[in-house]
């Protein structure tokens, strides 16, 4: 048997409920995504912040973890934040 997660589980039920629906317009759907998604990631404006060394380390190894270089992980840490979707455990 196959260990799903949560999420997994919640798709997999939605999907046999037969609540999916096949998208209109597939290429011009995926056209107008795509153009978001440059939009909301688009890196154009450069700071300069101070922090501890001791939290760079821990940023540094968080990112090393995900696979991802550090400056990513903190912009993607700022970006949740800023928009309401970094959620404290």
Do not use: C
Not at 25 to 32: G, H
Not at 33 to 57: E, L, P, W
């Amino acid at each position: 048997m196959i260990d799903y997660t949560k999420e997994e589980k919640a798709f997999l039920e939605s999907y046999e409920r037969d609540e999916w629906q096949s998208v209109k317009n597939k290429k011009s759907e995926i056209s107008r995504y795509q153009q978001i998604a440059k939009s909301t990631f688009k890196k154009d404006s450069r700071i300069n912040i101070r922090m501890s060394s001791k939290d760079i380390h821990a940023m540094q190894l968080k990112a090393l973890e995900e696979g991802i270089p550090y400056q990513t992980l903190i912009t993607s840490v700022l970006h949740k934040y800023v928009s309401g979707r970094l959620a404290e455990k």
